[in-house]
Structures are given as structure tokens and as C-alpha cells.
């Protein structure tokens, strides 16, 4: 199975270009304000259009009103959402969209008794708990995941291209997800590390 990879928190048009043109299956397109990765939706927008066939863009929230959400959807017309906040299933759920829903994995937290409501999700993403969300390159103790899994899962949490190899073949998780891990700086992607990063993921299919 060739594990798809997901490029979070893209900011820059050369960023998208990069992530596509190294094999990235999806792009992350960041609407939580209090990321340094957060986008206007103008933006986003425009970095949505920019990409090729076959090229997902996700829009990500924590914990958004409704009308934000579909304001996202008017104006920037992702592929897929990803919530990865408090969300209950049914707010996920009623905007008509593939959905991913993320949990950040703690001591005390049973990975697929918070997930199991959301099998509606298209997939499910685990994340490394920090009180702040998202893209703050901190891991988690893979060995919790399950291998038995109702749903795709999606890895995330502190993956670069020295540990991504070790974390596939561990977890063997239906894709990975990357942020801060292919940066040179907060929302600066850079090319070498995305396609170090890439070949590792490569290798570990192989």
C-alpha cells in the first residue's frame, strides 16, 4: 500500500508548487487564527486554484462557528475539512463535505473510543496533544495507535524525514501528515526538507 502524505500548513504559492511537484497527495490550508500559518481567505483561495489535478486541498479549523466554515467553503471551495478541535459529529458532519476529524493523543486518551463517533469521517488523524494546535513538531508514543482501525488513519505529530520511515513501518498508517516538520521557518516550507521527506516515505512503502 503506498502511504499518501498530506503538506500542512502551506502559506506560499512556490510552498504548493513544491509539495506538488515532490508527490504530496494534499495540501493543509490553515483558518485557526491563532497559527502563524492562518490564512485569509483570499489566499487561500488563490493557492487553491493554483494546484494540479488529483491534488487535495484541506481546510483546517479548531473549534469554528458554522458560518465560518461556510464561508470558507464559499470563498475558497476546499476539496475536504479537517476538524481538529472539539467538534461534535454532527457539526462535522452537516456541511457536505469528506471530512477528516483529528485527536490529540495524551496520557488517559483511548485513540479509538474518541474517534469511534466520527465514522463518517473520510479519515481519522492522530495528533500529539500541546495546549497550542497544530504544526509544533512535538510527537506522541506511536505504540497506542492501534493496528486494527475501523477507519483510514492519518499519523501525525512532530514527523520529519528522520523519523518517518520508523513511524510507517510501526504504525502503518494510511497517510502521513506534515507541517513543521518540512519548514525552515513557521509557514516557510523548504524544498529540500519536503523532498527528504518525501523519499523517506517512499522508502518505508518499499
Known amino acids: 500500500m503506498r502511504t499518501r502524505v498530506k503538506i500542512c500548513g502551506i502559506t506560499r504559492a512556490q510552498d504548493a508548487q513544491t509539495a506538488c511537484d515532490a508527490g504530496a ?11 502563524p500559518r492562518f490564512l485569509i481567505h483570499e489566499k487561500a483561495r488563490m493557492l487553491r486554484d493554483a494546484l494540479p489535478a488529483f491534488v487535495t486541498a484541506v481546510a483546517l479549523f479548531v473549534n469554528p462557528g458554522r458560518e465560518e466554515v461556510e464561508r470558507v467553503i464559499d470563498r475558497v471551495r476546499p476539496d475536504a475539512l479537517q476538524f481538529h478541535g472539539d467538534e461534535p459529529p454532527e457539526f462535522c458532519e452537516r456541511f457536505g463535505l469528506p471530512y477528516l476529524k483529528a485527536c490529540r493523543v495524551r496520557k488517559g486518551v483511548d485513540l479509538l473510543e474518541y474517534l469511534r463517533p466520527y465514522m463518517s469521517a473520510s479519515a481519522w ?16 508514543d506511536w505504540s497506542v495507535v492501534p493496528r486494527q482501525r475501523p477507519c483510514p488513519l ?40 519536503i523532498a527528504a521527506f518525501m523519499a523517506e516515505v517512499r522508502n518505508a512503502d518499499g
Open 154 to 193: 492519518i499519523l501525525s505529530g512532530g514527523l520529519t524525514s528522520e523519523n518517518v520511515r520508523a513511524a510507517i513501518r510501526r504504525v502503518r498508517p494510511w497517510g502521513v501528515d506534515v507541517s513543521s516538520g518540512v519548514e525552515s521557518g513557521q509557514g516557510i516550507k523548504d524544498s529540500d526538507r
Open 125 to 140: 488523524l492522530a495528533d500529539a496533544y500541546v495546549e497550542a494546535y497544530g504544526g509544533t513538531g512535538t510527537s506522541f
Open 25 to 35: 497527495d494534499a495540501i493543509g490550508l490553515v483558518f485557526y487564527p491563532a497559527s
